[in-house]
């Protein structure tokens, strides 16, 4: 019997001492972690959590007190002087060269000529001719009247004139068929310069076709008209 109870008596009492020294251990794990937290109090840091989604935006700060004035600038370079123009307003000008029963019988060469003084440069001349017109001839012919300035036929852009073309004559000059139209010659001219103008209305032949018997200003009145006008 005693030697039964000897053994058991070891082996509890090995059983104890280890629980008694896991204990121990134990306590001082625990003690180790309050001695740390009151010390620098806080709590040991956990896993980081998630990231949390943005905030609403603020409100507008108070603005913010003007800032103090920046210094002057270089002085800059001295400028051109420029002197403002006037124009002075468009005045009318033109001009009427008339006359009475003209009965002007050439062929070829100047009719009638009126001088216009123009006065700018910048402008353009507009010219009328009205008058009595008439052309006979034997076979097919045709005539040209025609304005010209300072003595040279317009080109800006293109001559001003007007023509009277035949097809069949008559067989005698001195026949009946005779007929006297009034007729217009017009148009406006571009590129002539300020100052005296002769403006001419002349008489000539066609292109590749002969002359006939021209007449200009028949048994009434024949004018020239002249106007200058703002481009």
């Known amino acids: 019997m005693g030697t039964k109870q000897t053994p058991l008596f070891i082996c509890f009492w090995i059983t104890l001492s280890f629980c008694v020294t896991e204990k121990v251990k134990e306590r001082t794990a625990r003690q ?8 620098y109090q806080t709590c040991m840091q956990g896993v980081p ?23 002057d600038g270089f002085k800059g370079e ?10 002075d307003p ?21 009719i009638a000529e009126c001088t216009f003084t123009k006065q700018r440069s ?21 005539q040209r009247w025609y304005f010209t300035f300072n003595g040279a036929e317009c080109t800006g852009p293109l001559p001003i ?13 001195n026949s009946t068929i005779n007929i006297h ?10 590129g002539i ?24 200003g028949w048994n009434s009145v024949t004018r020239v008209i002249i106007e200058e006008l703002p481009k």
């Open 32 to 39: 180790r972690d309050a001695e740390f937290t009151d010390k």
């Open 49 to 71: 959590g998630a990231q949390g989604r943005d905030g609403n935006p603020g409100i507008n700060g108070i603005p913010g007190t003007p800032g103090i004035p920046g210094r």
């Open 78 to 87: 001295k400028g051109a002087c420029v002197t403002e123009r006037f124009e």
């Open 90 to 110: 468009w005045k009318p000008n033109f001009k009427q060269c008339a006359w009475n029963s003209l009965n002007y019988g050439i062929d070829l060469g100047k």
């Open 122 to 142: 910048d402008s353009a001349l507009r010219v009328l001719f009205s008058g009595s017109l008439r052309l006979k001839c034997k076979t097919a012919c045709c």
């Open 161 to 173: 004139e007007s023509i009277i073309y035949l097809d069949q004559g008559s067989p005698e000059l």
């Open 181 to 190: 139209r009034t007729s217009t010659v017009e148009g406006l001219c571009d």
């Open 193 to 216: 310069q300020a100052g005296l103008v002769d403006v001419g209305i002349w008489v000539g032949t066609c292109a590749d076709y002969p002359r006939g018997d021209a007449s200009t």
